[in-house]
């Protein structure tokens, strides 16, 4: 019964996920949090995202993150290379 408000370090890191849609309620994203997921295609970001850790989607080369338009996540993807597409 309790909202994600984050996600720790390393929480799904060199994990087999594939997908994930983060809750509106996340503000924040732990260092390596999804690193060296290879399987890893799409991972959509809520507007309340204020903070992404450092390398949170290192090595994660198929991947493409879904952003609101004009948010600190598609800030955070624009700023490292990181494929997104705004919705």
């Known amino acids: 019964g309790y909202p994600v408000t984050a996600i720790e370090e390393n929480a799904f890191k060199s994990t ?12 924040h994203i732990g260092w390596f949090a999804f690193a060296d997921c290879q399987s890893l295609t799409a991972v959509t970001l809520p507007a309340s995202v204020e903070n992404i850790g450092y390398g949170a989607f290192d090595g994660c080369t198929h991947l493409t993150v879904i ?11 624009k700023s490292f290379g990181i494929p997104h597409r705004e919705e």
């Open 67 to 77: 952003t609101p338009a004009d948010s600190y996540a598609a800030q955070y993807a």
């Open 16 to 27: 087999s996920v594939v997908t994930v849609e983060l809750p509106y309620s996340l503000t």
